[in-house]
């Protein structure tokens, strides 16, 4: 066969990029770098190759006889190997990989040649011989070859692989001369030619061995091209060291010998390299770590930096020699250690930028000051004086948009090659001057986070500035969150307006402008009336729309200065300020007054909703007007609305107050008169139309006032429903009438029924049936002779509760009647669904009977008719003249009450009246 005619022919080593595997895609902290390759993954071209050579080296050690042919034939086949990989993945340094193959032909040619010599020519192993000039030829092309991808792949400040690479190259060095170079060249048999040309292969095996001895330590084991060239140099170096070695010990080498097994796996490493897809990442300059000393690496270093005191220990060498190398790894150590220091350095560095940048971005008060802080922090965290570019983006509706940075902005395209690779996880490219890592400015809103710069970043570098993204994430979500927290804090969550504490913050500032200015300031109270049956009728969520919808009204209908606030519920509240008269307020709160006059649609259905409003002004008063006081003016004219049927607007005046201080002390009374039981009872008859005969009597209460004098139930029921008095008032007057009902039971009256009114805040009163039957007992009076008297007020809280408590009073016996008929909550559905004894026709309807009036007429007839239809008894009202009377009784209405029988009076004269002959009562006229 043919073989290398000397010692240390063909050396070489490969290199491979860092952080970068045998499919080209660089892993970096996680994230993945697009490489330049383009290739597809998994092609299996090298695979094939490698199948073929090893088939043919099989043949070259089992049949001796074709070795020359099969030996050519796989060199060759190395060689084609390489040219058709530049060909099909077209690496970015092709020029490299075209010296290789140069090389790789320069090798196989030196082998025919040698073979040539020795077998067809008989030559007894020729040196110097033309063999030579290939075999070392192979050596520069080699290194050419190994020197540009060390350009391509070698970052300018990786100075701990540079370091790393000498102490390898010194230690392997230190052997080479001992063992091979001096050995050579002191060999009695050689003549001077040989000596140099035996010396010149280890001297290119160190040379080709120096070149990428930086690029190894720069992790490049972790690219499948690149461990194929490792392989086979390391196959090709120990052939010839083995070969070496045997000629200086006199001995021939035999061909297809285990020697062979070297130089055949270089042929097959370096052809799979070429072939693999990796082989075009080869040349890219990775992105380095800051400290790349791992445990293996620092064992290889310490094992080398040991040669020295091995080889003085165990060779013969002038101790000047060995002192000399051993010198050298001492400094390299050295300034290794002092490398590892700087890292440690700027580790530290890195994690007090992190943690101060941490702690300005908790204190910053708003968004624009976090993106700031973020910037600042980038640019720390690098630490250069070259020059940087940080951007912050963020992609809202597949838009790539550029918040805060320093320097140009990208442009579209450029923005959504970024945005991509934020959405893979972020990226640090080969040249390690761009990274990407990805960030979230808001919930729905991711970003990014990009940082350019004129010198390489390692990945150190990258992954702190991702720490930095996440940082910033948690800084964006806590600014969002308090955000949102301060809106809910002071913003209706239904309508967005405004609640009441952020109102009255404003509407102070507001007062505060007004009294330096000399302007005025509109307060106005907004409240629906009768919102509650737009609840109870249509639902909860037609009630929330509508809210939402007069929200917006009132916002079209006034000036855009103008503050506008829900304070709960149907209220609304409305800040005008730099008026300079009160005229303009009633101006503004007129048009949102008509603003209500539209009907609001909600699910196609139209529901006419009014409002009452209550203005106050500062400046139309003698007093000034702080915020409270402004607040309660609003109020009482609201107040003044509602009172006076709602749907119209009402300024506030002194009056107002006036009453207000009228109505408080009038409820310290009411208090007080309840407490002394200060009332008294009246009765008035209710008569049978017919026959003049005296049926019943409602009972009326009076409140006998200190300086007021006798007042009726209407200066003060409200007040007392208000309180809550009304309960104790109540269960008085029930225990009251039932007392005197039996006291007349007794005088002879059987049959007189006692009305008692109700108010619907007793009714709701969990224990109101407890007193009622408690009365009942308590004065011995049959359930049938009680009524009570209830106003279609109750119809407003139309509950299951309510239907129940009046279920439970009718089985026990009392008769339940309503009161006021047809001006409250009428609805038929409500006399089907409570089940009522009695029906009373209010006294308006009343009014215009005896007076040829159709309508009146009519409208009466009907009540009467569906009472009858129900089987319910009827009473008429508020019967003053004769004329009412006679109508009614052709109408067949039963019974009645009014002035034109009796006014209310108290228990003697109704004892008095009694015993009256009814006819009297039939025929008498007003009273």
């Not at 082998?111 to 020795?118: I, K, Q, R, S």
């Not at 005191?309 to 002038?318: C, G, I, N, R």
């Not at 350019?452 to 969002?480: I, N, R």
């Not at 159709?854 to 089987?871: E, G, K, P, S, T």
Request: proline share 4%; charged share 20%.
């Amino acid at each position: 066969m043919s073989t290398p005619a000397h010692p240390g022919a063909h050396a070489a080593s490969a290199t491979w990029p860092a952080g970068v595997d045998d499919r080209g895609s660089a892993h970096l902290g996680g994230r993945h770098a697009k490489t330049a390759a383009g290739v597809p993954v998994g092609f299996a071209w090298w695979q094939r190759y490698l199948v073929f050579a090893v088939a043919v080296s099989i043949l070259f050690f089992v049949f001796p006889a074709y070795h020359l042919l099969l030996w050519t034939l796989l060199g060759l086949s190395c060689v084609v190997a390489t040219v058709v990989g530049v060909i099909r993945y077209r690496p970015s340094h092709r020029s490299a990989w075209y010296l290789l193959a140069v090389a790789e032909f320069s090798f196989i040619v030196g082998d025919t040649a040698y073979n040539l010599l020795v077998e067809v020519l008989h030559q007894d192993d020729p040196l110097p011989s033309i063999a030579d000039v290939f075999y070392l030829a192979t050596y520069p092309l080699v290194a050419v070859a190994l020197f540009l991808f060390m350009g391509g792949r070698s970052s300018p400040r990786d100075w701990a692989s540079l370091i790393d690479g000498l102490i390898f190259i010194t230690g392997l060095g230190l052997l080479a001369w001992v063992f091979l170079m001096v050995s050579n060249f002191e060999a009695g048999n050689l003549t001077l030619a040989q000596r140099v040309i035996s010396v010149a292969y280890p001297l290119g095996d160190v040379l080709v061995v120096a070149m990428p001895a930086r690029l190894v330590a720069n992790g490049g084991l972790r690219v499948r091209s690149m461990q194929f060239l490792l392989l086979g140099a390391a196959g090709l170096l120990i052939a010839n060291v083995l070969y070496g070695l045997i000629r200086l010990n006199g001995a021939w080498y035999v061909v297809g010998g285990p020697v062979d097994s070297g130089w055949v796996l270089f042929y097959l490493a370096w052809g799979c390299a070429a072939l693999h897809p990796s082989m075009a990442t080869i040349g890219q300059i990775p992105p380095p770590r800051s400290d790349q000393t791992g445990g293996l690496r620092m064992a290889g270093l310490a094992v080398v930096s040991l040669i020295a005191a091995a080889v003085f220990m165990t060779s013969a060498q002038p101790a000047a020699t060995v002192g000399l190398f051993a010198a050298a790894l001492f400094l390299l150590v050295i300034a290794r250690l002092r490398l590892l220091l700087g890292v440690y350095h700027r580790s530290v560095a890195r994690e007090r930028t992190l943690r101060s940048t941490s702690q300005t971005l908790v204190a910053a008060p708003g968004l624009p000051d976090i993106y700031q802080v973020a910037l600042d922090g980038a640019r720390a965290l690098i630490r250069t004086r070259a020059q940087i570019h940080v951007g912050i983006y963020v992609c809202r509706a597949d838009e790539v948009m550029f918040l805060a940075g320093t320097g140009p902005e990208h442009d579209a395209s450029s923005r959504a090659e970024l945005w991509q690779s934020a959405a893979a996880g972020g990226l640090l490219d080969a040249a390690g001057t761009l990274s990407v890592t990805p960030l979230h400015v808001g919930a729905d809103e991711p970003g990014m986070l990009v940082v350019e710069t004129a010198t390489p970043l390692t990945l150190d570098q990258h992954e702190a500035l991702a720490t930095l993204a996440a940082q910033v994430t948690l800084a964006v979500t806590s600014a969002h969150l308090a955000d949102d927290l301060r809106r809910r804090a002071f913003h209706d969550s239904l309508t967005g307006l405004p609640n009441r504490a952020l109102f009255q913050h404003r509407a102070q500032h507001a007062l505060n402008m007004a009294t330096r200015n000399g302007t005025c300031v509109a307060m106005l109270l907004l409240d629906l009336d009768d919102f509650k049956s737009v609840n109870d009728t249509h639902g909860h969520r037609t009630g929330d729309e509508v809210l939402r919808d007069v929200a917006a009204r009132m916002q079209a209908a006034l000036p855009h200065d103008a503050a506008v606030s829900r304070f709960n519920g149907d209220e609304f509240a409305v800040l005008i300020e730099d008026l300079t008269d009160a005229d303009q307020a009633d101006g503004l709160a007129e048009r949102m007054g008509r603003s209500f006059l539209e009907p609001f649609t909600v699910d196609g259905e139209a529901l006419t909703v009014h409002a009452s409003i209550g203005l106050a002004v500062t400046g139309t008063t003698d007093d000034t007007m702080d915020l409270t006081r402004l607040l309660q003016s609003a109020d009482l004219a609201l107040r003044a609305a509602k009172e006076g049927g709602g749907g119209q607007t009402v300024r506030f005046h002194p009056d107002l107050h006036t009453r207000k201080l009228d109505r408080i002390t009038l409820r310290r009374d009411l208090e007080r008169a309840v407490a002394a039981g200060k009332f008294t009872l009246q009765y008035q008859p209710v008569v049978s139309i017919d026959t003049g005969r005296i049926t019943g009597c409602e009972a009326l209460i009076r409140w006998q006032h200190p300086t007021r004098g006798l007042l009726p139930p209407g200066e003060f029921v409200a007040l007392a429903e208000e309180t809550g008095l009304i309960v104790d008032l109540g269960r008085w007057v029930l225990d009251q009438a039932c007392a005197q009902a039996r006291a007349w039971t007794e005088a002879g009256h059987r049959h007189l029924a006692m009305a008692v009114n109700v108010s619907a805040y007793q009714l709701h009163e969990t224990g109101f049936l407890d007193d009622v039957r408690s009365a009942l007992r308590k004065h011995r009076l049959d359930p049938g002779q009680l009524v009570l008297e209830l106003t279609e007020s109750i119809f407003a809280d139309d509950t299951y509760a309510t239907a129940e408590q009046l279920r439970a009073l009718r089985e026990s016996g009392v008769k339940i009647a309503i009161d006021d008929f047809g001006t409250g909550y009428s609805s038929l559905s409500y006399l089907q669904k409570f089940n009522f004894d009695i029906l009373k026709i209010d006294k308006s309807f009343v009014d215009a009977l005896g007076r040829s009036d159709a309508n009146a007429r009519a409208m009466v007839q009907a009540i009467i008719f569906l009472a009858d239809a129900l089987h319910l008894d009827v009473i008429a009202e508020g019967i003053e003249r004769p004329e009412q009377r006679d109508e009614l009784r052709t109408l067949r209405c039963r019974s009645g009450q009014g002035y034109l029988y009796s006014k209310p009076v108290d228990a003697d004269r109704m004892t008095v009246l009694l015993k009256q002959p009814p006819q009297t009562w039939a025929d008498r006229g007003p009273r």
